[in-house]
């Protein structure tokens, strides 16, 4: 695996931490039931800090019995309408996927997740925070598909970097909606971090 986070990147990450575009989880406001259903991209040097981070989260608020993914490459921004022709199928799979899990596990609470470095969205030629972006859109129209859903948004960041050596540094952040859909808040950030929008 090769995952170099390149100057830009990292300062693109740190501000959007610093502005609290990415925030830590707070275990407190988490308002779930006994099961969740995850929307990651299957990225398997990834999922297994995906899932036990997100397992942990939960077990400090509720007697979690179930966390059921639905996972395939590229993540929740497959879902955002946005990413090239031939991955808007792959997007209508996972929301069929997760409405029908949602019926089948009787549950109503959901996360998604984008994460970076990904290599589905390097390819569709998308950075760090049109990620988050694209998040924002795939949220919207999947609470437009299933309006019963409790749709929660989440960056996974890994922060491994082969030039200097470090070991990988994980760490998933909340993405507060609020902000996120707060134009003018966001438009001088767009600005400052030359987002493609
Ligand atoms: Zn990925």
């Known amino acids: 695996m090769k995952s170099i986070l390149s100057?830009?990147?990292?300062?693109?990450?740190?501000?959007l931490i610093e502005l609290g575009l990415f925030r830590k989880i707070t275990t407190e406001k988490l308002n779930i039931g006994n099961g969740?259903?995850?929307?990651?991209?299957?990225?398997?040097?990834?999922?297994?800090?995906?899932y036990n981070h997100i397992r942990g989260v939960c077990e400090k608020v509720v007697d979690i019995d179930c966390i059921h993914p639905v996972a395939l490459n590229g993540g929740a921004i497959l879902m955002s309408g946005r990413l090239p022709e031939?991955?808007?199928?792959h997007g209508k799979t996972m929301f069929e996927n997760i409405i029908e899990a949602s019926c089948i596990k009787k549950?109503?609470?959901?996360?998604?997740?984008?994460?970076?470095?990904?290599?589905?969205?390097?390819?569709?030629g998308i950075g760090v925070v049109d990620q988050g972006l694209y998040l924002m859109m795939a949220k919207k129209r999947l609470k437009a598909a299933a309006p019963h859903l409790r749709v929660k948004c989440?960056?996974?960041?890994?922060?491994?970097?082969?030039?200097?050596?470090?070991?990988?540094?994980?760490r998933t952040y909340f993405v507060p909606k609020e902000l996120w859909e707060n134009e003018a808040f966001l438009l001088p950030v767009?600005?400052?971090?030359?987002?493609?929008?």
């Open 36 to 50: 969740i259903i995850i929307v990651p991209c299957s990225d398997g040097h990834q999922f297994k800090d995906v």
């Open 86 to 89: 031939e991955r808007q199928a």
């Open 154 to 170: 989440f960056f996974h960041i890994d922060m491994y970097d082969e030039v200097e050596g470090d070991s990988h540094k994980r």
């Open 190 to 197: 767009l600005h400052e971090l030359k987002s493609e929008f």
């Open 7 to 15: 100057p830009h990147d990292k300062f693109c990450i740190t501000r």
């Open 107 to 124: 549950c109503d609470d959901v996360f998604i997740y984008t994460h970076f470095p990904c290599a589905v969205a390097m390819a569709s």
